[in-house]
């Protein structure tokens, strides 16, 4: 119930290419979804998140997609640099509980090639 | 200013030391985390304090005693750590301790154990 399944593990894609990571949830009582960016040496980043009552929400060249019904949500790097190579955590939590907890993906570690 | 400094940035100890970790922020934010994290995994939540006093332990050892000392400061105890305590441990602190409010995380602590 508590599970947040990322995919895929690890993903290589070229210089202005398109970066996808996808991650499903269990638990329907979770309401809020961001998405970290942790570069190594450093701690994560908070980099977008999303609620449910929004199917996308685009920052820049970030978007989240998010179906409810399905229980997934993404993350779209649109022309993607050698600068966003990192790992990127999606999470998840429910807001209307007295739980703090984010409960992270595994992690998807991205590289982009110049 | 959204920096959370934590000191030391590396940390080498016996079984038998005893150190400390600190954490510091001056953002206002009431709420505090302590996160472990191993290579190639997603943070792991350790403790949570809201308003100076600690709201969660994620049924963490003894041997890992939290403190927070004022708002603006956290500290973490070690003693008696075992090899596979080795691990980065993050501190995060977020304006109050609500699943949805943004956690700003350090740059951590490496941690090993010998």
């Known amino acids: 119930q508590q599970q947040v399944k990322q995919s895929p593990q690890s993903l290589i894609v070229q210089k202005g290419g398109i970066s996808i990571i996808n991650c499903a949830y269990e638990n329907t009582a979770f309401d809020y979804f961001p998405w970290y960016q942790q570069f190594p040496g450093k701690g994560p980043a908070l980099l977008i998140a999303?609620?449910?009552?929004?199917s996308e929400k685009k920052e820049g060249r970030f978007t989240i997609s998010f179906n409810k019904s399905a229980k997934q949500f993404s993350l779209h790097i649109m022309d993607s640099q050698p600068g966003d190579s990192a790992t990127y955590f999606c999470a998840a939590s429910n807001s209307g509980g007295s739980n703090y907890k984010l409960t992270f993906g595994k992690g998807t570690l991205l590289t982009v090639n110049p | 200013d959204t920096e959370v400094t934590q000191t030391p940035k590396h940390l080498v100890m016996g079984m038998t030391n005893k150190k400390s970790l600190k954490c510091e922020q001056h953002?206002?934010?009431?709420?505090m985390y302590w996160y472990k994290q191993k290579a190639k995994k997603p943070p792991e939540l350790m403790f949570v304090?809201?308003?100076?006093?600690?709201?969660i332990n994620e049924s963490v050892p003894s041997r890992f005693s939290p403190e927070c000392p004022n708002s603006s400061l956290l500290n973490l105890h070690l003693h008696a750590l075992q090899p596979e305590d080795s691990a980065l441990y993050l501190c995060?602190?977020?304006?109050?301790?609500?699943?949805?409010?943004?956690?700003?995380f350090g740059p951590g602590t490496r941690l090993t154990v010998l």
């Open positions: 304090y809201s308003y100076e006093k600690l709201s």
């Open positions: 953002m206002g934010h009431r709420a």
């Open positions: 999303i609620r449910p009552d929004v």
């Open positions: 995060a602190s977020s304006q109050v301790s609500l699943a949805v409010d943004t956690q700003y």
